[in-house]
């Protein structure tokens, strides 16, 4: 009953989380009028699916033998799954941004503490790290690649440019939707590992990117693609390429604050900044709040209520 009870939670969430993080590989076909919406959400949710089939497993190293000493029984990935899912809803219905990957990491350590498990400091303290260097990273990354594709494309042909846009973006668009498989949709299914965890977590993924609005995706898609297309490449590309690298460590990381970090850096190029005081605000709650509200919501759900053992 537990195991399946669980996997309903870990599909509800993962539909949930590829939903909202896929829109950016929709939205940036979509938006560019490469292809249609309904090819472009089956295109992205193909890849978040195939992120998770085939390296998804690789974040139960961030667990039981990362995180903590031990993995988590089903009941304790319940109660991540649960609270998780509180925090999902609470902060979607007040519209404010919160990293899938930091809630999951804060309700893993409330999780632990609140049964007393012991837990690894310092690869905690690591995880933390990589939330930064994430950004930064990727900042790097998309201000070399976006400098390397202006000399590369300089003297294309404008039908020739068109063509290579068109590629780059379905690449860099289908890497960034992979990766999120990859790294937050195979966290939640590495809580209690398992092939029909994969296999239910991967299809719940992929149908919440195929089955998200239209209206979240155009919105996300305009936002992006407000960028020109040398641009949107590079923030994407480089984003995905430092989160498929930190999943190889078993690290959980947000595609989200990645892709923040490349439009930065591709913004640094030409001596402007993206870094506004929205985008400060952005990333403090996802960097501070995020982990802290999912430890505390996790640890009120284990020891108040009446399941717990």
Not at 301 to 308: E, G
């Amino acid at each position: 009953m537990l195991a399946l009870l669980y996997l309903v939670l870990a599909s509800a969430v993962s539909f949930i989380i590829a939903a909202n993080n896929s829109a950016g590989s929709v939205g940036t076909l979509y938006g560019s009028r490469i292809t249609s919406y309904y090819k472009a959400s089956v295109f992205a949710g193909l890849l978040v699916m195939l992120g998770t089939f085939l390296e998804g497993w690789k974040m139960a190293g961030a667990i039981g033998g990362g995180m903590l000493e031990y993995p988590l029984t089903m009941q304790m990935s319940l109660m991540v799954l649960l609270a998780t899912a509180i925090i999902l809803l609470l902060f979607t219905l007040v519209s404010i941004p919160l990293s899938a990957s930091q809630i999951l990491v804060g309700s893993i350590i409330g999780v632990a503490v609140a049964y007393a498990i012991a837990i690894n400091v310092e690869f905690v303290l690591w995880i933390v790290a990589a939330w930064g260097v994430n950004l930064l990273a990727s900042l790097a990354l998309a201000f070399a690649i976006y400098i390397v594709t202006a000399k590369v494309t300089h003297r294309l042909h404008v039908f020739s440019l068109s063509k290579f846009y068109t590629i780059s973006l379905f690449v860099s668009s289908g890497f960034m939707a992979y990766t999120l498989g990859a790294n937050t949709i195979g966290l939640i299914a590495s809580l209690s590992l398992s092939y029909y965890s994969i296999i239910f977590s991967g299809v719940s993924a992929m149908l919440g990117t195929v089955l998200l609005g239209k209206r979240t995706v155009v919105t996300v898609g305009r936002r992006i693609t407000s960028l020109d297309p040398p641009r949107a490449f590079a923030a994407q590309i480089a984003g995905a390429i430092v989160v498929e690298l930190f999943t190889q460590l078993h690290f959980p990381v947000s595609i989200t604050q990645a892709i923040i970090g490349g439009v930065i850096g591709t913004g640094l190029v030409k001596g402007y900044s993206e870094l506004n005081r929205k985008t400060v605000k952005n990333l403090a709650l996802s960097w501070t709040i995020a982990p802290l509200i999912s430890f505390v919501v996790t640890y009120v759900v284990v020891t108040v209520l009446p399941w717990h053992l």
